[in-house]
């Protein structure tokens, strides 16, 4: 069993930045990270495979969110930029222990077998 810990979120101001970190135990294929808002369900945000050949992104993160991983620490990265209120929520990495065919598995929560136990992030107007 792999385990995953987040950290690096925080409060911020609309238009500011964070970047959430990840550490797996463990080696990992894909990693990513979805996020909850109060009172919503869980959303993919990003996810890249280890050899980097998939990087995916939410609409509504493209072009302000930037995913990254250093395989050698078993980690991946979130740099989020020009953050708005509506990116609040608390942020769970994920990560799957081997691959799939379809590149469009990653989208979905149900894919992925390790989870952190999520950071918080809060975005003010």
């Known amino acids: 069993q792999v385990q995953l810990v987040e950290s690096g979120g925080g409060l911020v101001q609309a238009g500011g930045s964070l970047r959430l970190s990840c550490a797996a135990s463990g080696r990992t294929y894909a990693m990513g990270w979805f996020r909850q808002a109060p009172g919503k369900e869980r959303e993919f945000v990003s996810a890249m495979t280890r050899s980097g050949g998939t990087t995916l992104y939410a609409d509504s993160v493209k072009g302000r969110f930037f995913i990254s991983r250093d395989n050698a620490e078993n980690s991946v990265f979130l740099q989020m930029n020009n953050l708005k209120p509506e990116d609040t929520a608390v942020y769970y990495c994920?990560?799957?222990?081997?691959?799939?065919?379809?590149?469009?598995?990653?989208?979905?929560?149900?894919?992925?077998?390790?989870w952190g136990q999520g950071t918080q992030v809060t975005v003010s107007s």
């Open positions: 994920a990560a799957t222990p081997t691959g799939t065919f379809y590149s469009s598995n990653y989208y979905y929560a149900r894919n992925y077998d390790y």
